[in-house]
């Protein structure tokens, strides 16, 4: 090996391969050689000895020391990998946020490293869900064994899998042979499934988590608009009746298999489930699964945005708009109190088990909303995205790009389409589109709730979804336009930047969201943003006085003093143009900032959104 | 032989470096990762080593010079936790012990323990070099 000349600093890939796979030996399983370890550290040492170490376990070992671009690496091939390695202090990221954006977006197991072992940051591993975490020095025997962590996540997968389509009889090429176990392991291995032979062909495609068809079928990309045929269809159909056999009907796409939309199926639901974080869907839904949670549309086992963190995640949102929204939203629906929980994407069980708990909290608020269909549960999923949709659609009429203002500065990763599209295509029928993120509702009068709704829709997608019925029944004028646009993020147009830019914050708002944001878990870092810095100049003087007309005074009050707060550690952030054309409310309430607020009161207090007289999905504060 | 010879005293040097605390069990595992298709690699890392923390050590420096108002300690630990990180994983035990104090001065924010504690690490820093240069040395010798 060459260590001197052949590295740039800033951004090693080096590939090396020492795989002893003979292609045409249909005998031997090279299993476990042949892994492919992505290793990010910022310590060139380490990575020189890491990558040399794997060597000698015959992995097949790309080195990084510059997180982003890993993660660039990741987005742009997710299946290019089987697991990945990081450490957790690196400078410009930090390694739980990759570790959550890695698990959220592209479900690989991560294992931490560090030379850090106290307690805390171990701890921290483990609620991010890193399925390891060694202590610097590494030794070599430390690493042989990580195999086994792939192995252990694609059972996890393929148990959901099986247990999602256990209805489906057809389904008989997803039965495991268990002598077989192996082979599912040769599914990443992508030389693996060329060279290997018949025998394994089937169960590699079996084992896929997209692809379970018997015949060796090139995987199904689920494109944006893939997706939202297939989210419009399990719309129609009522995300509780949705059945893959029915949705590929109603998608009518040539070439696509029931096993395709099964899986997307299974994986949507995971998704739902965790964007709801209601548990009265969660009780609908097959609550016994609780398994990964699906990457794809963002693993987030609480009800924070899972569309937004993957969102954010992809670095398309502004972290920190999308956390702060997220955050609102999420945190009303689901008072977390530890953070963690909602910012973990983690594919653990025990988290998504207080994910539920959670959930169930919430449920009971749900219930008291009036006026909304309480029958969100087995649309929960569906109609939450959907009613942030519809909300955000309502106000949009004006702004019909809003839909992706803030997304516009988003690039477009497949998951994050994917996510977009599953709230913009989530229209649940009977969902009062007015539905919109409580949280944003709390603090706004209706008027405002529309506006900011439609923002904030914008940006954090699921996770007003999520939020959103319970505002849709208090709130405002908004009529039930059920329309979403199913691409109504995908014109990410400036129209709607504009038109926040004659009000002139939003753009603020969103630049400075974009700014210094890792764009991965936004929620993440940006609690910490907020909590810490307290950079928002929540411009309170324009909130009390225009909330007073709107009729919410006790939410204006509320977020006065809560804002009131935050008001000493401006930092030069007006609270962003919520984009509110026709509303009393003409201050721009920073979606971050109002998210902040939120947080602030969130975390200050147990009871999610006591402040703003708003618990969850208790309405009937919100004077109407 | 000369080659034995050196092999002797190769493996003497290499095993003072051991008993006199200067080395741990990870540079076993570097020397480990040493076969005919990387011969050189422990000296390879090493080296890598000496030029990298050379710049941590300039930085350390610097902010341990900082005469602001307001000592920034986190900082100074950060790259102290970069520093420890490179050392412990080449087996540079005294280097790795001596930035455990530093740490923990910083920790107590005593700046002046710091300081001093640091002259020590460079000290180590300087004094595993020259050894392991002369091992090295031998090794190549030995061949």
């Not at chain 1, 391969?17 to 045409?24: A, F, L, N, Q």
């Not at chain 1, 100049?537 to 707060?565: I, K, R, Y």
């Not at chain 2, 300039?58 to 102290?80: C, G, P, T, V, Y």
């Not at chain 2, 035990?93 to 005593?110: D, L, P, R, S, V």
């Amino acid at each position: 090996m060459n260590l001197g000349g052949s590295r740039a600093v800033n951004s090693l890939t080096i590939q090396s391969s020492s795989t002893t796979r003979r292609p045409g030996d249909g005998v031997v399983d090279p299993f476990p050689a042949g892994l492919r370890v992505l290793v990010v550290d910022d310590d060139l040492i380490c990575l020189t000895i890491l990558e040399r170490m794997l060597q000698k376990c015959l992995y097949e070992v790309t080195i990084h020391n510059r997180a982003e671009a890993a993660l660039e690496l990741l987005r742009r091939d997710k299946t290019g990998f089987d697991i990945v390695l990081s450490d957790v202090h690196m400078p410009d990221m930090d390694g739980f946020k990759l570790l959550e954006c890695v698990g959220l977006e592209m479900d690989l197991p991560v294992i931490m490293m560090s030379a850090d072992d106290s307690k805390d940051v171990v701890m921290k591993g483990v609620t991010h869900g890193a399925c390891d975490y060694l202590i610097k020095p590494i030794r070599i025997e430390a690493l042989k064994n990580i195999w086994q962590h792939v192995v252990r996540k694609k059972k996890q997968d393929r148990k959901e899998m099986e247990f999602e389509q256990s209805g489906s009889v057809e389904d008989g090429e997803q039965q495991q042979n268990p002598l077989e176990d192996a082979d599912y392991l040769s599914s990443p291995y992508e030389e693996n499934r060329k060279n290997s032979n018949k025998r394994k062909d089937e169960k590699d495609e079996a084992e896929e988590m997209d692809d379970t068809s018997t015949l060796k079928k090139p995987r199904v990309v689920w494109s944006v608009e893939l997706h939202q045929q297939f989210v419009t269809a399990v719309n129609q159909l009522g995300i509780d009746k949705a059945v893959p056999k029915k949705i590929l009907e109603l998608m009518n796409v040539p070439g696509l298999t029931r096993e395709n939309v099964a899986s997307h199926l299974q994986k949507y639901r995971l998704y739902l489930r965790r964007v709801s974080g209601v548990s009265q869907h969660q009780n609908g839904l097959n609550n016994s699964f609780m398994g990964p949670p699906d990457v794809t549309f963002g693993s987030i086992s609480s009800l924070n945005g899972l569309g937004l963190q993957a969102l954010a995640a992809s670095g398309q949102i502004p972290p920190q708009s999308l956390s702060t929204i997220q955050a609102a939203a999420l945190g009303r629906v689901a008072p977390l109190i530890d953070q963690r929980n909602i910012f973990s994407y983690e594919n653990q069980k025990f988290r998504f088990g207080e994910g539920h708990q959670q959930l169930n909290d919430n449920s009971n608020q749900l219930k008291l909303l009036h006026g909304i269909p309480t029958n969100m549960e087995p649309k929960q999923l569906g109609t939450l995205h959907q009613s942030a949709e519809t909300f955000g659609n309502m106000q949009v009429q004006s702004q019909s790009s809003q839909s992706g203002s803030l997304m516009t500065q988003l690039a477009q990763p497949l998951s994050r389409n994917k996510i977009l599209n599953e709230i913009d295509g989530s229209h649940v029928s009977g969902l009062p589109s007015s539905f919109g993120q409580p949280i944003l509702s709390q603090p706004m009068p209706s008027g405002i709730l529309t506006q900011s709704r439609s923002e904030i829709d914008n940006v954090c997608g699921a996770v007003f979804s999520s939020v959103s019925h319970p505002s849709a029944a208090v709130e405002l004028s908004m009529n039930p336009s059920v329309q979403m646009p199913g691409n109504r993020f995908a014109p990410i147009s400036n129209p709607r930047m504009s038109a926040l830019a004659s009000k002139g914050m939003l753009q603020e708002e969103v630049k400075s969201g974009m700014k210094g944001s890792r764009a991965f878990l936004a929620n993440y870092g940006v609690f910490t943003d907020l909590n810490q810095n307290g950079s928002r100049d929540w411009g309170l003087h324009n909130v009390g006085p225009t909330f007073e007309p709107t009729q919410h005074s006790n939410m204006s009050q509320q977020l006065n003093s809560s804002l009131a707060d935050n008001i000493p550690r401006s930092k030069a952030q007006k609270l962003p143009d919520m984009g509110f054309q026709n509303t009393p409310f003409p201050e721009q309430f920073g979606q971050e900032d109002l998210m902040s607020a939120i947080l602030e009161q969130q975390e200050g207090t147990g009871p999610v959104g006591s402040e703003f007289g708003f618990d969850g999905y208790h309405l009937d504060n919100l004077p109407v | 032989m000369e080659g034995n010879h050196f092999q002797r005293q190769a493996a003497y040097t290499r095993k003072t470096l051991f008993d006199q605390g200067y080395l741990d069990e990870q540079f076993i595992q570097l020397e480990d990762l040493q076969d005919d298709a990387n011969p050189n690699f422990v000296e390879e890392v090493v080296k890598l080593f000496y030029t990298d923390s050379a710049r941590l050590i300039r930085n350390i420096d610097l902010a341990l010079a900082d005469n602001s108002s307001h000592f920034d300690f986190e900082k100074l630990d950060d790259i102290m936790h970069q520093f420890k990180g490179s050392s412990s994983s080449i087996g540079a035990k005294k280097i790795k012990k001596e930035c455990t104090q530093f740490q923990e001065y910083c920790n107590a924010g005593n700046l002046e323990g710091c300081t001093r504690t640091f002259q020590q690490v460079k000290q180590e820093h300087a004094t595993l070099k020259r050894k392991l240069e002369s091992y090295f040395q031998l090794t190549r010798q030995a061949r």
